[in-house]
């Protein structure tokens, strides 16, 4: 996966939660860039149940090891 497939997937988990955990967010808003998709999975974590916190986390700790390993070149 690279960073544009994690944004698509982050854009994917925002849609699904948009309800339960970003009803404070415009409805036509999705994340379009790393640092954005960050913020989006840090309220799916803060605002979301188990799952919700599971998925985002996932997808938050690849986002982190990618910029670290960009960062490190």
Not at 2 to 28: G, Q, S
Not at 61 to 73: D, P, T, V
């Amino acid at each position: 996966m690279n960073v544009a497939e994690a944004i698509e997937e982050v854009k994917k988990l925002a849609n699904h939660y948009r309800t339960t955990c970003l009803w404070f967010m415009r409805e036509d808003y999705l994340p379009a860039n790393r640092e954005e998709a960050l913020r989006v999975l840090d309220q799916i974590e803060r605002h979301g149940d188990r799952k919700a916190f599971v998925e985002a986390r996932g997808l938050r700790k690849w986002l982190l090891q990618e910029s670290s390993a960009i960062s490190a070149k």
